[in-house]
């Protein structure tokens, strides 16, 4: 018993198993040695920062030693030569000259690069990169839509930031949970219950086999006549007013007529995430309705601290600084004068089961930038209250709008919202055209067309909106999304699918790596560029910036694609020069699928 436990609650740190298969990059060995040179030219030099960068003119430019010398009223040129004597160069550092007015450009050795990538090479799982130095508990809330409404890509952004951040901070190390945060209360489920009530079949099913397709029309359906009497029918308004009343006590059956409309919506939900390629886990979603229990309290909590007042019968917070057009203050309210809880109660609520519950120490939220007035109010009175502290931060991973090719909001032609279905399924199609079109010279069947062309496409609109730094909008542009060229998946899937089919051609060539041979231009920059991926995926992660590991993979694949240019694999002079680019590429390969995987795209073996 002693011994399991003690097994389940080490933590990879603790155990040392995984931190022995990270790898230092070369860009933090050659850091290492300036700041050790550093040291000994200058004592008071401890600990400054090189500034090592990568470079065009050598491998690498450190240009910490102008602020040095300026520091120490010294000629940065003189200081700079001086530290350069202080550095034995070597396998790692094979050359440093002092350049311009101080900076050092270093070139490292061919063999330390080769075996540095060797070591990531054999770390199959995780390529070399270390876990976070210090991982917590993250609770994120993404991909969360509205019970009984479609879905639209306003939530398609949630869910693809979502879901990319929770690959990337698992990866880390940080524990993370997740909650969907839908929209599955308030009193428009008054108005769909009675109707319900009164029209018990409208959410029955054909067959017992229900699509999510039949779900949304069901639900869809019953919306549109409920709100139609509702607006039209003073008698029914008045009866599903009282509903909501009895759906906030609990009545029984009030209640198990809500659970069949989060039900049915859950069949929609489930299958527009299965389209999207996104494990989205039942115990997860914890809507709205999740906090009910909690609101008195939280109210009570807030006004006996003082943090709300009372004001005109509402349960208010103020602040100083958030004032409306007028001038006047606008509170948060987390009571109406009648009683009611709103989206901010729930939402004060859910900080607090995160915070206390869940033991989270970060809290984010992918949610629409339209909504950052109210995060802002709610992580204030969360602060006020003692609820948000040093040790507990919120952040809202704000995400822009997506615009139509005209550059607004995205629309249909008849001004109605896009359905997030139609949209994926038009990616599908089109990926699905690009797919075929090449098929035949790659021999694929059918099956595997069909299959291609969904990871395609899903990856062309996932790909679209993680590349994009998150608070930006962006134009949905499905032409560009699918294009062979430019900044898109389907480029790096090709580049991924290409080595796949180089490694395939190989026959007996094996990928092996030889440190001992010299490595051409290409080959230099392709590794040096590999190095990166572990710090790469680290401050992205610590950012919560998907876009900068889509740029890094980009110019993954640019550099691979000029490595083709000057280097041949399968025709190399030797044997050895073959299998070593063998290596190269197929850890340029692993980097590609995992990176991919990380933003939640797949990569084809055949394209
Ligand atoms: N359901 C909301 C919407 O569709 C998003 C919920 C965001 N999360 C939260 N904790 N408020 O806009």
Redesign the pocket.
Known sequence: MGYSASVVLQTPEQNGSHSMASVTSLSDSVQQHLASALTATRPEAAGADPLLRRSDRADYQANGILALAKKAKANPRELATEVVSHVVTGDLIADIEVSGPGFLNITVGDKAITENLAARYADTDRLGVPHAEHPGTTVI?YA???VAKEMHVG?LRSAVIGDSLVQLLEFTGETVVRRH???DWGTQFGMLIQYLDEHPHELDHKAAEVTGEEAMSNLDRLYKAARKLFDSDEEFKTRARRRVVDLQAGDEHTLAMWQKFVDESKIYFFSVFEKLDMEIRDPDIVGESGYNDMLAETCRLLEESGVAVRSEGALCVFFDDIKGPDGKPVPLIVQKSDGGYG?AAT?LS?IRDRVFNLKADTLL?V??ARQALHFRMVFETARRAGWLNDDVTAVQLAFGTVLGKDGKPFKTREGETVKLVDLLDEAVDRATSVVREKAEKVGLSEQEITENGRHVGIGAVKYADLSTSAVRDYKFDLDQMVSLNGDTSVYLQYAYARIQSILRKAGEARPVAHPELALAPAERALGLHLDQFAETVLDVAAEYAPHKLAAYLYQLATHLTAFYDQCPVLKADTPEQTENRLFLVDLTARTLHKGMGLLGIRTPERL
């Open positions: 809330d969360q839509p509205n939530h945060h839908i929209g989206y939402d859910a939220y949610v629409d």
